[in-house]
């Protein structure tokens, strides 16, 4: 990849200041992380129309995780420009790194 990468899209945003309270979205979100027989989510995707409060759900739903999290958290914001599989992946790859810094490192090299 040519372009820097951009940090902003690797920062889970604050929560908003008065955002309406979602809790059954919250819980539903956790329940995917504790399944029964130990199998739990490693990875959640959120996808609904521009505007619908899908940054700010996910972002108020990790602000309460953060503290108690089992596992490393990753945030990547993904726009227009995000549709080149090599620019893609390489911001898949910055996204895990913030929580584990050698994933991916051969791959880079090799893009």
């Known amino acids: 990849m040519s372009a820097p990468i951009l940090a902003t899209k690797l920062y889970i945003p604050p929560p908003r200041p008065n955002l309406v309270s979602r809790p059954h979205l919250i819980e539903r979100l956790n329940a995917g992380l504790h399944q029964p027989h130990g199998f739990g989510r490693k990875l959640t995707l959120v996808s609904a129309p521009a505007g619908f409060g899908k940054t ?55 893009l």
């Open 56 to 110: 700010t759900l996910v972002s108020t739903w990790l602000a309460a995780l953060r503290p108690r999290a089992e596992s490393a958290l990753a945030w990547l914001s993904l726009d227009e420009e995000d549709h080149d599989a090599a620019r893609f992946l390489t911001y898949v790859i910055a996204a895990v790194q913030t929580a584990a810094p050698a994933f991916g490192d051969e791959i880079l090299r090799a």
